[in-house]
């Protein structure tokens, strides 16, 4: 008898020493995810990844990237761009001399246009005093 019952003690002690008291369940519970949190966790991900970008979004990217040797030229394209602006800032300028050289123009050539006239009348005077001159030496 005395042998069962030291196996009986022993047989408590193993399932004492194996057994989960209600602490450790609770414990274990604490630490286990719910459904809600995996419910949470899942809406993460889905999340996650609809914004994430994709290979095919990446390479389109890289596609469209401007290279080194693109902006290479940057500094060249800028000062080409400035130099058309003052150009551009200049045009109202070089009108309003274009039209002051225009109208200075028309007034030399209705100058011109009178000391033609002026010309042609002085040749037909002149032709009238020699004509007249002749006139006077043949008689």
């Keep these: 008898m005395d042998e069962m019952l030291k196996r009986i003690f022993d047989e408590l002690a ?21 459904k809600d949190d995996i419910a949470a966790m899942d809406k993460r991900i889905e999340h996650i990844e609809q914004t994430m970008a994709t290979k095919d979004d990446i390479a389109s990217i890289e596609q469209r990237m401007a290279t080194k040797d693109d902006i290479a030229d940057l500094p ?46 002085l040749a037909v005077r002149s032709l009238v005093h020699e004509n007249e001159i002749r006139a006077l030496k043949a008689r």
């Design 76 to 121: 060249l394209i800028k000062q080409a761009v400035f130099e058309i602006l003052e150009a551009v800032n200049e045009i109202p300028t070089i009108k309003q001399n274009l039209a002051d050289m225009s109208q200075k123009l028309d007034d030399v050539i209705a100058t011109q246009a009178r000391h033609e006239l002026a010309i042609q009348s």
């Design 14 to 34: 193993s399932l004492r020493e194996h057994m989960a008291t209600k602490d450790d369940i609770a414990s274990i519970e604490q630490r286990m995810a719910t």
